[in-house]
């Protein structure tokens, strides 16, 4: 594997966008893949606002839906920014000779399971994949190592809880119905306890505590009843855009793998030192 390593992130959200934000600031040649409209609540912390608006900016870095070919090597070859892809994930993996791909399991439109045979390096990101069999690395993402890397084994499957620190505040607004969700609220605005956030058809959703919005519903989009559409951190010290610090553990680990595989440094083991 060269330098000029193509690396497709799978999925557009805070996660995935923090991977491809860290390949990309590290002069990768890098491209998203997501075919079908994201529910993504935090969209200041991701880029998923460019598969609607076609473009959207995270920490300094700009991605954009790339639906010509010539907007998709515009941003690949010359890193002005990071273009996004919508077809279906097969015909993007026949598209371009891809020398890595990264996923998270159950991101729509990319393989959930079985990755090994489709990049010269695969990693799976999070819980359920086994490395070494249906990927190459894992990557752990939640739990007390994010960011740490598995060449063997299963990632264990991990419920984010309250501890995770920058979710200790966070209070979520849920759908009262189905319908389209309208608001002229904005993510980071402050609300107080009863204000109204939007509606949802008929239904008009109060904010339940006074604090922040950091995640939101976009304006216009459809949502089942009982889904989040909102959450509120009560804290002034949340983020609310950028990176997180989980995420940033996360793309460090990323990135660190893929440059362990571009310059072919072997892996370290106690048993060579006996």
Not at 58 to 80: I, P, Y
Not at 85 to 107: C, H, K, M, N, S
Request: hydrophobic share 45%; proline share 4%; glycine share 10%.
């Amino acid at each position: 594997m060269s330098e000029e390593t193509c690396i497709l992130v799978c999925g557009i959200g805070e996660t995935a966008s923090a991977v491809a934000r860290r390949l990309f600031a590290e002069d990768r040649a890098v491209a998203i893949h997501q075919a079908a409209p994201p529910r993504t609540l935090r969209r200041k912390m991701a880029f998923s606002d460019a598969w609607f608006d076609g473009a959207a900016s995270l920490d300094g870095v700009e991605a954009r839906r790339a639906d010509l070919s010539s907007e998709f090597l515009l941003g690949l070859r010359a890193r002005q920014f990071i273009p996004l892809l919508t077809q279906r994930f097969a015909d993007v993996v026949e598209r371009w000779p891809w020398d890595v791909i990264v996923t998270a399991r159950g991101e729509d439109g990319s393989p959930g399971d079985y990755l090994a045979d489709l990049a010269d390096l695969t990693i799976g990101l999070g819980g359920g994949f086994v490395a070494g069999e249906d990927c190459d690395i894992a990557i752990e993402t939640q739990g007390p190592d994010p960011g740490a890397i598995i060449r063997a084994g299963r990632v264990p499957s991990r419920r984010q809880g309250k501890s995770d620190g920058d979710l200790a505040d966070q209070h979520e607004v849920r759908a009262p119905s189905s319908g389209l969700f309208q608001t002229t609220k904005i993510i980071g605005a402050f609300v107080e306890g009863g204000d109204a956030l939007g509606t949802v058809g008929e239904s008009v959703v109060l904010a339940p505590v006074s604090g922040r919005i950091r995640g939101l519903v976009r304006r216009g989009q459809a949502v089942a009843a009982a889904s989040v559409i909102a959450e509120i951190a009560t804290s002034n010290a949340t983020r609310v855009a950028g990176v997180s610090d989980r995420d940033q553990l996360i793309s460090r680990g990323v990135a660190f793998a893929v440059e362990m595989e571009v310059s072919g440094w072997a892996v370290a083991s106690f048993e060579d030192w006996r």
